[in-house]
């Protein structure tokens, strides 16, 4: 190809190139946007997921007996953790409880007995079972 039938390139005033007309450039560059976009998107999705990770990694387990106001432990009561209420046991006759699988630190333990709840606080050690020892529920005075 001879110079003569190269194309020629058209300057402004300012001495920069005149742009090309069409959507060419906004395409490309929203595209990557988008795939920006994405990529946070997908950094925050396995960020959250390693965290959860971790926090089941470092959870525990609770263990103790449910007692009604007068010392006498109750039966068939629910015991679960405010933040997994998924994760729920139902005492035994002797009113004793296991709870395993629940994030360690500070933990609210509902009682749960003739539709009457209870909180309590606690703190749950990681990777180790937490003894509670007696938790009275007060809200049972017959049965």
């Known amino acids: 190809m001879s110079f003569v039938s190269s194309p020629k390139l058209e300057y402004a005033a300012d001495g920069k190139p005149r742009e090309r007309a069409g959507c060419g450039v906004w395409v490309v560059r929203s595209a990557m946007v988008l795939l920006a976009l994405i990529s946070i998107g997908l950094a925050g999705y396995i960020w959250f997921n390693a965290n959860l990770a971790r926090q089941i990694a470092r959870s525990g387990a609770l263990q103790g007996i449910v007692l ?12 679960y953790i ?48 937490t003894q509670v020892g007696t938790l009275v529920h007060r809200g049972v005075l017959e049965r």
């Open 82 to 129: 405010a933040s997994a209420p998924e994760v729920s046991v139902t005492t035994e006759s002797d009113g004793s409880f296991q709870l395993r699988d629940i994030p360690s630190g500070k933990q609210t333990v509902i009682i749960f007995y003739a539709k009457l709840g209870q909180e309590i606080e606690i703190t749950l050690d990681a990777n180790s079972v």
């Open 68 to 79: 009604d106001a007068r010392n006498q432990p109750l039966p068939e009561a629910v015991v």
